[in-house]
C-alpha cells in the first residue's frame, strides 16, 4: 500500500520567508501525489498535484513541488510566504489497492505565518 | 453552487442513536468518497462508490456504519447504535470519474459529536 510522511506537524515563518513543507512518499508503483490546503472550517482544496507529466509542477497561490524519485519526496513550497497562507497542508498520495483510488494522507503540517 | 456539500454540518447524538449524514456530490462526478478526519490529523478512507457501486469499503470501522448511493449521485452515510468514539468529522469527496489523477472534490464535512 502506499504512504506518505509529513516532516513537522508545525511550521512557523516570517511574512515573506521561503514556505517549504516536507512530504516523503512509499509506493510500489509510480505515484500520483497531491497537495491540498484546509483552512479553518472549510474543505480541503487542491494545490497541485503531481501525474508524470512534468517533475516540477506548478499549483494555485505561488505555491509549486518538485517530485524527485530518488529522494521518493514531494516537498511544496512557496518563495515568498502571504498572512493568508496560514492553514493545514495534506499531502496525499493516491492508493489504488482495493480496487478505487482513495487518497491516503499524510498527518498534516500546521502553517504559521507571522509578520 | 457547484460544489460538494454535506448536512447536516453539525450533528449531536445521544448514545445508542442512528444517524444519517447526507453527501451532494458535484453533477455528474462518477466518483463518491467518504473520508474521516479526527482533530489534528489527515482525513482517512471509509468507502468508495462508482456510480451506485460501492467499490471499496474496506475503511469503514465497524458494521455499524453502512453507506449508500442508491441513484448513483446523493450518498447517505448511516452509522448505527452510534458511540462516543464515533465523533470525529466526516467528509465527502467527489471526482469526474475513477482515475487515480482525478483530483477530488471535498465537502465542508459533518461534525459529529456523541453525547
Known amino acids: 500500500a502506499q504512504s506518505v510522511t509529513q516532516l513537522g506537524s508545525h511550521v512557523s515563518v516570517s511574512e515573506g520567508a521561503l514556505v517549504l513543507l516536507r512530504c516523503n512518499y512509499s509506493?510500489?508503483?509510480?505515484?500520483?501525489l497531491f497537495w491540498y490546503v484546509q483552512y479553518p472550517n472549510q474543505g480541503l482544496q487542491l494545490l497541485l498535484k503531481?501525474?508524470?507529466?512534468?517533475?516540477l509542477v506548478k499549483g494555485i497561490n505561488g505555491f509549486e513541488a518538485e517530485f524527485k524519485k530518488s529522494e521518493t519526496s514531494f516537498h511544496l513550497t512557496k518563495p515568498s510566504a502571504h498572512m493568508s497562507d496560514a492553514a493545514e497542508y495534506f499531502c496525499?498520495?493516491?492508493?489504488?489497492?482495493?480496487?478505487?483510488?482513495?487518497?491516503?494522507f499524510g498527518t498534516g503540517t500546521q502553517l504559521k505565518v507571522e509578520l | 453552487g457547484a460544489g460538494v456539500s454535506q448536512s447536516p454540518r453539525y450533528k449531536v447524538a445521544k448514545r445508542g442513536q442512528d444517524v444519517a449524514l447526507r453527501c451532494d456530490p458535484i453533477?455528474?462526478?462518477?466518483?463518491l468518497f467518504w473520508y474521516q478526519q479526527a482533530l489534528g490529523q489527515g482525513p482517512e478512507f471509509l468507502t468508495y462508490?462508482?456510480?451506485?457501486?460501492?467499490?471499496?469499503k474496506s475503511g469503514l470501522p465497524s458494521d455499524r456504519f453502512f453507506a449508500e448511493r442508491p441513484e448513483g449521485s446523493v450518498s447517505t452515510l448511516k452509522i448505527q447504535r452510534t458511540q462516543q468514539e464515533d465523533s470525529t468529522v466526516y467528509l465527502c469527496?467527489?471526482?469526474?470519474?475513477?482515475?487515480?489523477?482525478?483530483?477530488?472534490?471535498f465537502g465542508p464535512g459533518t461534525r459529529l459529536t456523541v453525547l
Open positions: 503531481y501525474t508524470s507529466a512534468a517533475t
Open positions: 509506493s510500489s508503483v509510480p505515484p500520483y
Open positions: 453533477s455528474g462526478h462518477v466518483s
Open positions: 496525499a498520495v493516491s492508493d489504488q489497492t482495493g480496487g478505487g483510488n482513495k487518497l491516503t
Open positions: 469527496a467527489s471526482s469526474f470519474e475513477g482515475s487515480p489523477y482525478n483530483e477530488q472534490f
Open positions: 462508490f462508482q456510480n451506485e457501486a460501492q467499490l471499496d
